[in-house]
């Protein structure tokens, strides 16, 4: 059987230093947890992880996917107690067909795959064999409510990257499930949180709350997280996203929990 959502010990967090992923890692840290960050700006790594008190901060630019190996390897040696990541960091990117040209909007989208999707996938099949070295572990991906409606038209590649997560993120579970590891996987689907996700729109604020009423704070959609982790709840939402979640499941999750007993 899985452990549960908060059963372990130290967690690396991508994109730790701000955001969703400061405000996870501070509580991780609340709660005894050692926690490791990292992102691509070495200043705010390092003023965050002393703020909050993190173990430890590395250079990282998850979309790197060659750098992955090495980094785990590191990361591993030095912190051998490492038995969770949180895939968190992520981009978002306004791409628009019509005025774009061709090769800059694949530029872009190919820089937000590797973000939003390889890097995550790379950190977490690379982590595996450590992971199985342990008593248990944890995988988290955060995803997106855009992942399971993709009604932010101005982001034709994010979207789609967030059902990626979405369901290499349940297939993952299914698959270490059946294959007896002790790994616990979980699926965080924000809405929109006031946060500086959107720091290359128009309006870099329409995920802020005086902007955009339905949007949470970044302490109201932590507050849905954390009775998620504590229902140890496989796939996590937080205020509208929660109903979302719940409509996907309710359609689908029958079909799909058929063909995963097979
Ligand atoms: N806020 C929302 O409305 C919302 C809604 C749905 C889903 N999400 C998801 O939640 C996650 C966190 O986003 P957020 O809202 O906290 O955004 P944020 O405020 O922009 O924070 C993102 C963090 O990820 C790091 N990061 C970005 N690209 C990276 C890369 N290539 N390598 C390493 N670190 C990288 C950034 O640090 P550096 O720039 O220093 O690297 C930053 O610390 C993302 O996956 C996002 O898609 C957010």
Redesign the pocket.
Known sequence: MAPGSLDFQCALV?????????AISEYFISQGKKVII????ES??ESASKEMGATAFYK?????IKAIPEFIKKITSEHPDLDCIVN?????RPLSLKDMKAEEFLEKADNEIS??IS?PMHLSIGLLPHFRSKKSAVIMN?????GYIPTSIINPV?NGT?AFVHFHTMNIRSQLAQAGDNIKVVEI???????????EREDPDD?KKDKNSS?LTVEEFMDDVIKGWKENKDTIGAGPSLKVVDRWYGEFGADYAKVEKN
């Open positions: 991508t994109g730790g230093g701000g955001g969703i992923g400061r990292c992102g691509r700006t705010k790594l990282l630019d998850t979309g790197d968190n960091a992520g981009v978002q973000i939003n890097g955060v995803s997106s409510v855009l994010y967030k689907a924000p809405p929109s949180v006031g946060t500086d996700l959107h720091r995920n949007a």
